[in-house]
């Protein structure tokens, strides 16, 4: 009876979780789960949008050295979400004489190593960071925004979709948005750039 009683007594004494106390370990897990996940996202976007606006200011400091250097007019030309064949891209042209004497905005590759880009005949689109869009511009309208810098380097002007616009005596903000956040490039006079 003794040795029963034995047996009995060391069921009891047994450590265990119960059902209720594994219920509750899952759900903190689960919680801790979702916030993680929560905060990669947002320093995914956050990243994203750090990198693209680095993106639009190099593209822009390109071009403008650009036509300092091979002492041609330079154009940089961002296609906003809105642009339904090239959207959330940018492209470079130059102004090269041709054998007639008459100038032209010809395309030309000034993409860097990373930045995808797309060809269509001899223009090449350099998408912005994945999963960022450009959303427009305060002074211009439209869903083209082209920025003209000259062989100084020191003058820029700015046109929109159809023409609109005209030399930039104001600074120009350069919208995008990614995953909630908002943020923009704004450029200057001088092609001068700021981060917002």
Known sequence: MALYHRKARRGDDEDGFSLMELSIVVLLI???????????ANASSNTRMSGAKKQIESAISRAKTAARQQNATYQ???YTNEN???????EFRRNVKGPDGSWTMTPVDESVSGEKVSKSGDNTY????????????????????????????????????????GPASQPVTINIAT?????????NSLGGTRIN
Not at 30 to 40: C, K
Not at 179 to 187: A, C, D, E, H, M
Request: with cysteine.
């Open 30 to 40: 689960s919680i801790l789960l979702v916030i993680a996940t929560l905060s990669y």
């Open 76 to 78: 940089l030309i961002f």
């Open 84 to 90: 339904v064949a090239n959207a959330n891209s940018f």
């Open 126 to 165: 350099i998408r912005v960071m994945e999963g960022v869009k450009i959303t427009g511009c305060n002074e211009i309208p439209g869903d083209v925004i082209i920025v003209n810098f000259r062989p100084s380097g020191t003058t820029m002007s700015v046109y929109g979709t159809g023409g609109s616009g």
């Open 179 to 187: 995953g909630g956040l908002t943020g923009s490039v704004v450029i």
